[in-house]
């Protein structure tokens, strides 16, 4: 199975939220270390993985919620 990394942060508790997100709408998914943070007080980064078969509907369940500004007369 091949994975592709959808996102990355330097939370890991951002990307373990995402994964939650994600495995309720049965999407398999994985967060994986990205080595070691160089500046003080930030956590080491971390990705979230997905099979590349399921990336456009992580893709999609992670985006923002795009707001209709304009008003309809």
């Known amino acids: ?8 942060t330097a939370l890991r508790w951002e990307a373990e939220l995402m994964q939650q997100v994600l495995e309720a709408q049965d999407i398999p998914t994985r967060v994986i ?10 956590g080491s980064p971390v990705g979230l993985q997905v099979p ?12 923002p ?9």
């Open 33 to 42: 270390g990205l080595g070691v943070c160089s500046s003080l007080g930030m």
């Open 65 to 73: 919620i795009d707001e209709e500004l304009e008003s309809v007369d």
């Open 52 to 63: 590349l078969a399921h990336r456009w509907e992580a893709l999609l369940l992670l985006s």
């Open 1 to 8: 199975m091949s994975w592709i990394t959808i996102q990355t």
